[in-house]
T-cell receptor
Framework: AQSVTQLGSHVSVSEGALVLLRCNYS??????LFWYVQYPNQGLQLLLK??????LVKGINGFEAEFKKSETSFHLTKPSAHMSDAAEYFC?????????????FGKGTKLSVIP | NAGVTQTPKFRVLKTGQSMTLLCAQD?????MYWYRQDPGMGLRLIHY???????AKGEVPDGYNVSRLKKQNFLLGLESAAPSQTSVYFC???????????????????FGPGTRLTVL
C-alpha cells in the first residue's frame, strides 16, 4: 500500500528565504508524485507532478521538486518565498497502472511567510 | 469552462438531518471523487466513481451515500448527519488515465472549491 509522510505540519520562513517542504513516500513500485497547494478557503490546485520523466520537476509560481528514489523523497522547494506563497501544501502519491486513479495524500504542511 | 463546482458552499445541519451535496464538472471527466478534509488529517477519500452509474467506497465511506446518474454530476448524501461529519468536503474529477511515455498511466485530479458543513 502506498503512503505519504510530510515532515512538519507548519513551516515558517521569512520573505525572500528558501522554502523547503518535505515529502517522503512509501510505494511498492516507482510511483507518480504530486504537489497540490490550497490557498485559504479554496480548493486544491496542482503545483507540479512527477510522472517518471525528468527527476527535477518545475511547477507553477517558481516551485520545483526533485524525485530521489534512493531517499524515497519528493521535497518541494522555492528559492525565494513571497507573501503570496502562504498556503497549505499537500504531497500525494499514486501507483502507475491502469488503476492508478486513486491518490493518497499526506496530512499537509501549512506555510507561513513572515514579512 | 467552470471546471468543478460544488453546491452549497456552506451548510449547518442539526444531528439527524439529511442533506445532499452536489458536484458538477464540465470537463467530460470519467472519474469523480468525494473527499473530506479535517485539520491535521489531510484529505481522505469517501467514495468515488469511475463512470456513470458506478460508485465505489473509499477510505471513510461510513455514513455517506453517493450517486452518479449523469456523467457530469456526483452527489454525496448524508442520511442522518452526526457531529463527526462536521468537515470540509471536496469534490474532484479526472480523466480515467493519462498515458505518459515510460511506465504508463497517471492521474491528475481537479478540485472544486469545497463545501463547509457543520453538524450541531
Amino acid at each position: 500500500a502506498q503512503s505519504v509522510t510530510q515532515l512538519g505540519s507548519h513551516v515558517s520562513v521569512s520573505e525572500g528565504a528558501l522554502v523547503l517542504l518535505r515529502c517522503n513516500y512509501s510505494s511498492s513500485v516507482p510511483p507518480y508524485l504530486f504537489w497540490y497547494v490550497q490557498y485559504p478557503n479554496q480548493g486544491l490546485q496542482l503545483l507540479l507532478k512527477y510522472t517518471s520523466a525528468a527527476t527535477l520537476v518545475k511547477g507553477i509560481n517558481g516551485f520545483e521538486a526533485e524525485f530521489k528514489k534512493s531517499e524515497t523523497s519528493f521535497h518541494l522547494t522555492k528559492p525565494s518565498a513571497h507573501m503570496s506563497d502562504a498556503a497549505e501544501y499537500f504531497c500525494a502519491v499514486s501507483e502507475p497502472g491502469a488503476g492508478s486513479y486513486q491518490l493518497t495524500f499526506g496530512k499537509g504542511t501549512k506555510l507561513s511567510v513572515i514579512p | 469552462n467552470a471546471g468543478v463546482t460544488q453546491t452549497p458552499k456552506f451548510r449547518v445541519l442539526k444531528t439527524g438531518q439529511s442533506m445532499t451535496l452536489l458536484c458538477a464538472q464540465d470537463m467530460n471527466h470519467e472519474y469523480m471523487y468525494w473527499y473530506r478534509q479535517d485539520p491535521g488529517m489531510g484529505l481522505r477519500l469517501i467514495h468515488y466513481s469511475v463512470g456513470e452509474g458506478t460508485t465505489a467506497k473509499g477510505e471513510v465511506p461510513d455514513g455517506y451515500n453517493v450517486s452518479r446518474l449523469k456523467k457530469q454530476n456526483f452527489l454525496l448524501g448524508l442520511e442522518s448527519a452526526a457531529p463527526s461529519q462536521t468537515s470540509v468536503y471536496f469534490c474532484a474529477s479526472s480523466y480515467s488515465t493519462i498515458w505518459t511515455t515510460g511506465t504508463g498511466y497517471y492521474n491528475e485530479q481537479f478540485f472544486g472549491p469545497g463545501t463547509r458543513l457543520t453538524v450541531l
